[in-house]
């Protein structure tokens, strides 16, 4: 059944790739097409919770993720005067969860392109139109191509040109968050082993140990949307932009502001205002359908997620239609959960009402460690639920 089916999968990053590795081994004729002329190493960190870790061990790509990643045994939340408001210890509990890791993104990407060895990739391309067909797709490429899929993937990212080309009645729009992020790598001078992120008024820095001594660094502020770094000096002008920060923050700062030659990424902070998952033989995934804020390190673990949920749907259902239908119920809800909590967070951690931060950080210092943990677990148990089901109905 699966051997019969000729799958196109446009965008080949996280979600793609990992959906097109999987598929390619159940037997598909898959088919990967992304608009970049070759593949770079783009991005800088990122963070694998326990349900994506999972879900690349049911890919079969664990055990590489865990030898190019570093585990995080805690993650620590601080305010911007470094006083403590919660912390998670993953060595502590006592029905422990895998600890989450730290990697770069270009390694996960290298990985999932291992994984996706003997799929036909085609770069510097994309597509330009579809129509539906009785069963199937006819899909038009950038190049003036045509051909026609049993099923068409949709894992473009957050300006998803396939979302506009399945849903073009749709109202969904990208949004902005209130809030801009600058991310870097740099070296992991102060040794960190976990994860550190301090809040502050209306900004926050977030620090990810990184395998061969290097350190992820995220900060974000309230901006106008569109607003730009100077081409000259922007190192300095960002780490001025976040001189009160102490503790772990304060040597960050200084590196970043010594350092004009670290790379700095800057992104306006978005989410899409309505979940997009299937239309016909159609299907979105990742931020194509469903893009969230990243207050939860979850952006890679949903795409991860949605891979494995439509390849096991494909795989159980005979008709590609009922596999669609299946794929969108069993992820609505718990995207729609993990979209809300994110916004929630966000916003909090950009709060400036000096009475409002007062009582969120008491309230959190106040919070027992266990509600934390407990937090924890059920934000990464439907995904590690999801790998089980699909680890066990495969053999």
Known sequence: MMAERRILIVGGGIGGLAAAGALHRLGAHVTVVERAPAWQPLGAGLMLSANALAVLDA???GAMVRTRSVALPSVALRSADD?????VSYSAE????EAPRGMHRAALHDVLLHGAAGVTMQLGTSVQAIAPLDGGVQV??????????????????VHSHMRALAFPDSTAVVRYAGYTCWRTVMPNGANL???????????RIGLVPLPDGQLYVFLTANATAGERDPVRGAHAVVAARFREFAGDARPVIATLAARDDLPLLRHDITELSDQLWVRGHAALLGDAGHATTPNLGQGAGMALEDALSLVHALRTHRAIADALTHYQAQRAQRVADIVRTSRRVGQMGQWTHPVARALRDTAMRLTPAWVGDRTMRALVQPGIAL?????????
């Open 59 to 61: 890919l079969a790509l």
């Open 83 to 87: 006083v403590l408001l919660q912390a």
């Open 94 to 97: 006592p029905n422990r969860l």
């Open 140 to 157: 038009t490429f950038t190049d003036a191509r045509e051909a026609t899929f049993d099923l068409v993937i949709g894992a473009d990212g």
């Open 193 to 203: 082993t976990g994860v550190v992120e301090l809040w502050g008024r209306g900004k």
């Open 387 to 395: 790998a089980r089901a699909a680890n066990s109905e495969r053999h």
